[in-house]
T-cell receptor
Framework: DAKTTQPTSMDCAEGRAANLPCNHS???????VYWYRQIHSQGPQYIIH???NNETNEMASLIITEDRKSSTLILPHATLRDTAVYYC??????????????FGKGTLLTVNP | NAGVTQTPKFRILKIGQSMTLQCTQD?????MYWYRQDPGMGLKLIYY???????DKGEVPNGYNVSRSTTEDFPLRLELAAPSQTSVYFC?????????????FGPGTRLTVL
């Protein structure tokens, strides 16, 4: 199973872009990269996912390197409400059609006023 | 849609007591999951279900039981509560469309065992 490595914590100024890195050097060719976040005391929330191409939605952008060994989640204009723990997850296939998510400790992003 | 709902929000149990954590989803998702999250840690999968009548163990199933009699409900049972089960429990659901799917999480149940 591919593992991910993220910094423990990061700071960002309100209104600036937040760039959250993730290393997944053992990722397999058919594994996707997912990003979730967890605001304090709430359930995790899906942000974005991708395979090899860069992806963008209303919440964020995901940049995946050409060798797929790392990725960066970009929040273009961070707000105080974006303060949360951000999880980078590589999709694990565990028998049959059961796709499970394995959560690590993530990165605590603190957006400062 | 309410999404994924969990009850209760908070509960304190004494050692040896039992309880059931309720989880319901109204999105007609066939996959459902139970995770636990200890303080300062990531989520760990307890049990999951791919459809009514089908359940399977995750990473940390000991001390728990589940059932899935309907698509909507996936209760988690603690038979003999232990202090090690003090945690926040999250239920999630998804509708896997290969090769990707998104899991939707409930608000969590905060359980303390004393």
């Amino acid at each position: 199973d591919a593992k991910t490595t993220q910094p423990t914590s990061m700071d960002c100024a309100e209104g600036r872009a937040a760039n959250l890195p993730c290393n997944h050097s053992t990722i397999s060719g058919n594994e996707y990269v997912y990003w979730y976040r967890q605001i304090h005391s709430q359930g995790p929330q899906y942000i974005i996912h991708g395979l090899k191409n860069n992806e963008t939605n209303e919440m964020a952008s995901l940049i995946i390197t050409e060798d797929r060994k790392s990725s960066t989640l970009i929040l273009p204009h961070a707000t105080l409400r974006d303060t949360a723990v951000y999880y980078c997850i590589v999709r694990v296939h565990s028998g049959g059609s059961n796709y499970k998510l394995t959560f690590g400790k993530g990165t605590l992003l603190t957006v400062n006023p | 849609n309410a999404g994924v709902t969990q009850t209760p929000k908070f509960r304190i149990l004494k050692i040896g007591q039992s309880m059931t954590l309720q989880c319901t989803q109204d999105m007609n998702h066939n996959y459902m999951y139970w995770y636990r999250q200890d303080p300062g840690m990531g989520l760990k999968l307890i049990y999951y279900s791919v459809g009514a009548g089908i359940t399977d163990k995750g990473e940390v199933p000991n001390g728990y039981n589940v059932s899935r009699s309907t698509t909507e409900d996936f209760p988690l049972r603690l038979e003999l509560a232990a202090p090690s089960q003090t945690s926040v429990y999250f239920c999630a659901s998804s509708y896997p469309q290969r090769p990707t799917d998104t899991q939707y999480f409930g608000p969590g149940t905060r359980l303390t065992v004393l």
